[in-house]
């Protein structure tokens, strides 16, 4: 199937595998290649972390750029994998031909400008999301926050698995097995990518990833179903005011 103008495929995947597109013009909206930049101290990516943050209360800005790099991972793989699968064929989805609204809710909203028409197997997909989106986005978010490379590549493998579970679950449900093989396929290889193999272990749809997304530390949060604590691990205390002068207990 040739990719059309408005990708009307993803559309019954649901919220989190469709690509608006923009025939008519691009809306004034940031490309995702200004949140790689790290240029600007007030870039998009710097003020989609705070307004996470705002939405779940946190007051830890590592915690909200690790939802962030998450939701934003789910929303590219979902688009790439649902292409791939649907049409066997991607877009090109380079960092400049995406804009982000960096104020919408969960799903991210994303913005495809210009619908071109590139390969669809696994070394494309690996290309243009681990390569031209995760990479820089991780690259960013360590130099920014401090955030383990392990966490953030965890967050990737994670996202991807979801992408996959719900995909594959669309195809059986209507029958389509031929989608769901592909999935699986696509799936397994792009898990065995160097930047994913030690991020989890996944057993059918199921995954259980070998880091944690710190969800847990969010205001009322807990802990992902495929987090590799089997409970909210214990949060630290706040200091006290020994502490606080530079002292610290032995632990």
Known sequence: ?????????????????????????????????????????????????????HRLRTPEP????????QGLAARLWSAALGCAVR???????????????????????????????????????????????????????????????GLLWGNAGSALAGAARELERWARARGRTDLAARTRALT????????????GARTGTAFRRRSCCLYYRVPGGGVCGDCCFPRPPATPRAPTPVEDKGERPVR
């Open 87 to 149: 049409y066997g064929r991607l877009p090109d989805l380079h960092p400049r031909l995406l804009r982000w609204d960096i104020t919408a809710s969960a799903p991210d909203d994303l913005w495809l400008t210009e619908v071109r028409p590139r390969p669809g197997d696994a070394a494309a997909l690996a290309d243009a999301v681990l390569h031209g989106h995760l990479e820089p986005l991780g690259e960013a978010l360590r130099a920014r926050y401090g955030i383990a490379a």
């Open 188 to 199: 397994d290889d792009l898990l065995g990518h160097p930047l994913l193999r030690a991020t």
């Open 1 to 53: 199937m040739d990719l059309d103008p408005e990708l009307a495929a993803l559309r019954p995947l649901g919220p989190f595998f469709t690509l608006r597109t923009t025939p008519g013009g691009a809306p004034a909206l940031p490309a995702l290649a200004a949140a790689y930049a790290r240029e600007d101290p007030d870039d998009p990516l710097a003020s989609r972390v705070r307004t996470v943050a």
């Open 62 to 69: 590592r915690v909200a750029a690790s939802i962030t790099q």
